[in-house]
């Protein structure tokens, strides 16, 4: 392996220098093992297809990795891929997408971050970061201005995510440079670490965190100054502007408070999970929504690039227990999954929970749903033999459940590959309490409730995903993005909240169809974008001719694509299923006495098939793949 052999060097599309083109039409390829680095050139026709983000990501496991190899090994591939229009001007593209195959699940990973990594990668000249292989002792790679650099990062090794990233900032010289990176949970292959992007934004669902500690890689820092272009400024200028004049108006919650406002919300319409999904509701949830902790604990607001919104909490104080500004703050996620997930209402340890996971680098989902899956195991006497065993609403239990699992100790090893996994090694039926979906935990929004959350749960190539996904309760009220986009295409709108009708699931699959798109172009999906607003923006990026059909085919093509790549490792419409927890009905609590069954939901399952042109087994037919230009 090479390393410090200084920066080598790539020529630029004449069109990207001449600011005229949104895509570089270099992705930078990086062997560990050899320490080679070259460029892929891809045209147009690549870009209209893939369009970036969770599209490259999948067309690259698909056609350079083989089936079936260990997520863990040096023949994966990490991938850090911007979108068509990520570092334009249009506001919510301040977002990119990071992939590989999960060390989680066995099945795709692909999560998306916000902050300002993604543009700035596309400003130095590349459209994705592919890399494969693994290093002989810790490295990082440094990307600047088409060119890029293995160097040694055994001095960053075992480090936190903000002392890294100064450590690196003063090496470099520059305050600027961006940092995607790990932390020790990372390193030690925790199965959910994330890859944190400036220290407080996470890619981080089916450990991709892992994924880059297998290869001894420790961060990728990047500096850019070239001008991401557009072929048709006033095209995309339709878009832009109508965006400006609204977002205040469509996204007041957003600007306000962010999704931490909408805690007790969620809570009292029965969407979080209490208890492990034991509960319908717990006392103090007031207590943990940033309509209540805003004037004492969030102290400012961050954003991502070309975000007007402001949506970033950031937290702060002092005391016996100090919370860090640098890692930002909660965000409902987080705050379910470190909150009344593990039963706990205090805010201040919510928020240290939270800071801890950004600072050692994992994923809080899947922290909250595993700490809480633990708590109930101990609760009824199936683990015993560690000298550490947390328990159902001991703060402090949590935080120490958070520094074991990120240097896997004590029990913290076992925390440390998923609930799912810990359920196989405890056995006594434990099984029965798990919340997961192909085996990742799952989000805060309670498929008892949200029936078509649920059914994407089941089909998520990436295991349960509650983003490219279609929000039942988002869909019932008439104005929302959701029904506006629906009636684009001459759908009735709103939706009935419970069930799965074959109107929901007509639904269903122009959701995820768009969802998927926007995982691929890069763009944020609070944003209110209807098809029409994607259509003038992707013209006005390429200079093409698209219009919202071709953009529901995109989206299907990514899906099938991704389809075939779970089809590829040995998944089966079998694996298409929730877990038991979800299934099981609680006493209290707006849901009590409420949840699909097994039998219901495969039904559905069969009716979303035949409208994917799909067969009975859950394989795409072979006319569908042709249509798609997806290899069988």
Same mark, same amino acid.
């Given at each position: 392996? &090479? ?25 930078? #390829?990086?062997? @560990? ?14 870009? /209209?297809?893939?369009?970036? !983000? /969770? ?29 068509? *229009? ?5 506001? !919510? ?5 990071? =992939? ?5 699940? !066995? ?96 890619? =981080? ?25 557009? $072929? ?15 977002? &205040? ?8 408070? !962010? ?66 500004? /640098? ?11 470190? +909150? ?52 159902? +609403? ?13 240097? #896997? ?11 799912? #996994? ?16 192909? =085996? ?24 349960? %995903?509650?983003? $490219? ?96 790549? *779970? *089809? ?30 097994? %039998? ?24 569908? @793949? ?7």
């Amino acid at each position: 392996m &090479k390393t410090n052999q200084g920066l080598t060097q790539f020529e630029m599309r004449p069109e990207f220098l001449a600011g005229t083109s949104p895509y570089t039409g270099k992705v930078l #390829r990086v062997n @560990l093992t050899s320490g080679d680095i070259w460029v892929d050139e891809h045209g147009a026709d690549f870009y /209209r297809k893939w369009i970036g !983000g /969770r599209g490259l990501i999948v067309h690259y496991l698909l056609q350079d990795t083989q089936p079936k190899i260990d997520p863990l090994g040096a023949e994966n591939l990490l991938i850090f891929a911007p979108g068509i *229009l990520t570092g334009t001007v249009l506001p !919510g593209t301040g977002r990119h997408a990071v =992939g590989g195959k999960s060390p989680l699940t !066995g099945a795709l990973a692909s999560g998306e971050a916000g902050g300002w990594w993604g543009a700035e990668c596309k400003q130095a000249g590349f459209d994705a970061v592919v890399i494969q292989g693994k290093a002989e002792k810790p490295v990082y790679l440094w990307i600047k201005n088409r060119a890029a650099e293995i160097r040694d990062a055994s001095h960053l090794w075992g480090l936190k995510t903000g002392e890294c990233q100064e450590e690196i900032h003063k090496e470099l010289d520059d305050t600027k440079i961006r940092i995607a990176q790990i932390g020790p949970a990372g390193e030690n292959l925790v199965r959910y670490a994330a890859v944190m992007h400036d220290i407080n934004r996470a890619a =981080g669902r089916s450990g991709l965190g892992a994924l880059m500690g297998s290869k001894n890689l420790k961060a990728v820092a990047v500096r850019g100054n070239f001008k991401v272009g557009l $072929a048709d400024k006033e095209m995309m200028k339709i878009t832009q502007k109508w965006i400006i004049s609204n977002y &205040k108006d469509m996204m007041g919650w957003a600007t306000q408070y !962010g999704t931490s406002g909408s805690v007790k919300a969620n809570h009292d319409a029965g969407v979080t999970g209490i208890r492990n999904y034991q509960d319908g509701e717990i006392e103090g949830i007031e207590k943990l929504d940033a309509t209540s902790i805003f004037t004492w604990l969030i102290k400012d607001r961050d954003t991502c690039n070309r975000c007007p919104v402001r949506c970033k909490l950031v937290a702060s104080h002092e005391g016996d227990i100090s919370i860090d500004p /640098r890692y930002g703050g909660p965000e409902y996620e987080s705050i379910a999954g470190l +909150g009344p997930m593990c039963q706990i209402t205090d805010p201040l340890i919510m928020a240290k929970a939270n800071e801890l996971c950004a600072a050692y680098g994992l994923d809080t989902i899947s922290t909250g749903g595993t700490v809480a899956f633990t708590m109930e195991c101990v609760e009824k006497n199936l683990i015993d033999d560690f000298n550490f065993l947390p328990k159902f +609403g001991d703060g402090n239990a949590l935080l120490e459940s958070i520094e074991k699992i990120a240097h #896997r100790q004590d029990l913290g090893d076992w925390m440390a590959e998923g609930s799912a #996994r810990m359920a196989s090694r405890i056995g006594q039926g434990s099984e029965q309490f798990l919340a997961v979906a192909r =085996g990742q935990e799952l989000p805060y929004h309670d498929p008892r409730l949200k029936n078509a959350m649920g059914m994407g749960y089941a089909l998520s190539a990436t295991g349960a %995903d509650h983003m $490219a996904n279609l929000n039942d309760t988002f869909a019932t009220w008439d104005g929302s993005d959701i029904c506006l986009r629906l009636r684009e295409l001459g759908m009735e709108t709103p939706l009935k909240l419970w069930g799965l009708s074959d109107h929901k699931i007509e639904a269903f699959f122009y959701e995820t169809a768009f969802k998927n798109f926007l995982d691929s172009a890069v763009i944020c999906h609070f944003y209110p974008y209807e098809f029409q607003h994607m259509v003038d923006a992707l013209n006005g990026a390429g200079g093409w001719n698209v219009d919202m059909y071709e953009i529901i085919s995109i989206g299907e093509r990514i899906i099938n694509a991704a389809r075939m790549y *779970l *089809l590829r490792e040995g998944f089966t419409a079998e694996d298409d299923m929730l877990s038991a927890r979800p299934f099981q009905v609680t006493q209290t609590g707006p849901i009590a006495g409420k949840a699909m069954t097994p %039998d219901y939901l495969r039904e559905a399952l069969q009716r979303y098939y035949k409208r994917m042109g799909w067969g009975t087994d859950g394989v795409p037919a072979p006319e569908v @793949l042709e249509r798609l230009g997806v290899g069988g």
